[in-house]
């Protein structure tokens, strides 16, 4: 068995009075990958940011060890201590500025969540490339942008010479993370953090993006920590797995015994949480079956400025689909395939080019005044990102209660905070909670005080637009059975786009696959999932991580 390239031990971190990490311990050995899971809150990003020395949480103390073993051929430097006897390397725990500098980004690479943020919006990517291999390696600008154009070429992304000089807005979001890979593995890292790399991203890109870093590791035998909240997703990247609950390490063993033999119950209890693909049926759905929602033609461009002139994407082209009262339309479709934008028309976000929706009998996109804003009571939307959905200001009673003034659905202030507490309880959450802000509540709870802001409008309609995306597992799983009880009490009707095909065959009764702004297949969901009829379909379903990890066989 070979040295670790990264060894940590009895990690420890605290802010104030408060443990946030307690005494976790792990190795990871070169060409090995090891996962680190748990829900949001666990500790998983603080403890890997606090091993590597990113940690920069004020008033945050960090204590333990976490040693970096030095490059091959290097002298190395004194044994360190809590290392072990013997032990050459870097310890990053404490470490000065200047040696961290030195570590992060030559020995250490990293790959977070987010490549929108990550990058650089002002600098071409061949200069966010370039500039470690110059601070690094002591290259030339010249020699950088080389080297720049062969990691690109290496992740991946098409025309890279043409991409050098272009800006990470120019890139979808699963290119942009494909440059992060590249800025991470420039330097050759010995150990690559890989921080939820694939979270945001859909099931064909996230496949992608796991089979372009497994096969890099290999190449280049890189040892890589990888954060995540997805078992299935773990399953098929690591070697090795580590669970952390509220900052404790409750479990750590091969992924394999894990998963077949979870020891501790809140491992079971992830393993459970997760959708699985041919294991979930639809709730069962209000009786009536007649339309409420019908779309016809309809046809989404916009206009775009390139260096050869101006131009336009065509973002929805001529689709047509209908939603039954009481049941549940799941859309799906890779990024940019058009699921956002018809979720954008429905709520007036966006005006189409052509095309007919109709609600029940009225004319959506041929409302103005008065009769518009009786409309939009009609149908309410649920946004991915609660955090960015919710005023940060306000008390969350504050944003229920928007909608139940300005259309006048309660009277007086008992009046609206009576109902303000009933939509809590709706959604399974105290009324005493309408003073909290929404920092003050988890991912989970905040989508519920969005869930609780829709129904104020008391609606027919409701657009789920990656509503569930960003949520732990677990916590996943509790919001789609509030969302089915929902549904089943109140006869909602759903219009649901995800990116994860497990999620949207547990909750749909029809199905909807969009590309590149068409419609490629529509139907039941048994049906569908059971029985796909176009390979783009297919190539969705066999995307998706198989419940077993890699290279497991399957029990007897």
């Keep these: 068995m070979s040295a670790p390239v990264l060894a940590v031990q009895d990690l420890r971190v605290s802010i104030g009075t408060a443990e946030i990490v307690r005494g976790v311990s792990f190795a990871v050995e070169p060409g090995q990958t090891l996962g680190i899971v748990g829900e949001s809150g666990s500790g998983k990003s603080m403890t890997v940011l606090a091993a590597t020395g ?16 030095p490059a091959p051929g290097a002298a190395g430097s004194p044994a360190v201590a809590g290392a072990g ?12 500025a200047r040696t961290l500098r030195r570590v992060h980004g030559d020995r250490v690479g990293f790959v977070f969540q987010d490549p929108s943020t990550s990058l650089n919006p002002v600098l071409p990517l061949g ?7 110059e601070a690094h390696r002591g290259m030339t600008p010249r020699q950088a942008r080389t080297r720049a154009l062969e990691l690109l070429e290496a992740v991946g ?8 000089d272009a800006y990470p807005h120019q890139l979808s979001g699963g290119q942009r993370q494909r440059v992060m890979i590249a800025v991470a593995l420039a330097c050759d890292p010995a150990l690559l953090i890989a921080d939820e790399p694939t979270t945001a991203l859909d099931v064909t890109t996230q496949a992608q993006i796991v089979a372009l870093v497994q096969a890099l590791q290999h190449d280049r035998g890189t040892a890589v920590v990888w954060i995540s909240h997805d078992l299935g997703l773990i399953g098929q990247v690591a070697d090795d797995v580590t669970v952390l609950r509220a900052g404790e390490q409750v479990e750590s063993r091969p992924v394999l015994d894990l998963v077949d033999r979870p020891q501790h119950a809140y491992t079971r209890e992830l393993l459970a949480a997760r959708p699985l693909l041919g294991q979930s049926h639809p709730a069962p759905a209000y009786p009536a079956a007649a339309p409420l929602l019908t779309v016809e033609g309809l046809d989404v461009r916009f206009p775009v400025v390139t260096p050869t002139g101006r131009t336009h994407v065509h973002a929805v082209d001529d689709v047509s689909f209908t939603v039954r009262r009481g049941h549940t339309l799941g859309v799906v479709g890779e990024s940019g395939s058009g699921k956002s934008t018809i979720a954008h ?14 609600l029940d009998g009225v004319d959506v996109l041929g409302q103005r005044g008065a009769a518009l804003k009786a409309l939009r009571r009609r149908i309410a939307m649920v946004f991915q990102d609660p955090f960015s959905s919710l005023n940060g200001r306000s008390t969350v009673g504050t944003s229920i209660a928007e909608p139940l003034q300005v259309h006048g659905l309660a009277r007086g202030r008992d009046g609206v905070r009576r109902r303000v507490g009933e939509l809590l309880e709706l959604v399974d959450l105290p009324a005493g909670w309408a003073d909290r802000y929404p920092h003050e509540l988890s991912g989970g709870q ?3 005080v969005s869930i609780a802001r829709a129904l104020a409008l008391e609606p027919e309609l409701v657009v789920l637009d990656e ?21 089943a009490e109140l006869g909602l009707t759903y219009l649901f786009i995800a990116h994860d095909l497990a999620v949207v065959e547990r909750v749909s009764h029809d199905v909807l696959v969009l590309q590149r702004g068409r419609v490629v297949e529509q139907g039941p969901a048994r049906q569908l999932f059971a029985d796909p009829r176009e390979p783009y379909t297919r190539a969705l379903l066999a995307a998706i991580p198989p419940v077993r990890p890699r290279g497991a066989p399957e029990p007897a």
């Design 446 to 448: 905040r989508q519920r």
């Design 157 to 164: 992304i098409p025309e890279p010479a043409a991409r050098l």
């Design 467 to 487: 509503s569930t995306a960003s949520l732990d597992v677990s916590i996943q799983a509790r919001v789609l059975e509030l969302l089915a009880r929902l549904q």
């Design 85 to 96: 006897a013997g032990t050459t390397g870097t310890q990053l725990v404490g470490a000065s």
């Design 54 to 69: 990113l940690l920069d949480a004020p008033g945050a103390v960090v204590t333990g060890s976490s040693v970096l073993a």
């Design 127 to 133: 200069r966010q490339i370039g500039e470690s291999l």
């Design 345 to 358: 028309v429905l709520t007036g976000l966006v005006a189409p080019r052509a095309g007919r929706v109709d």
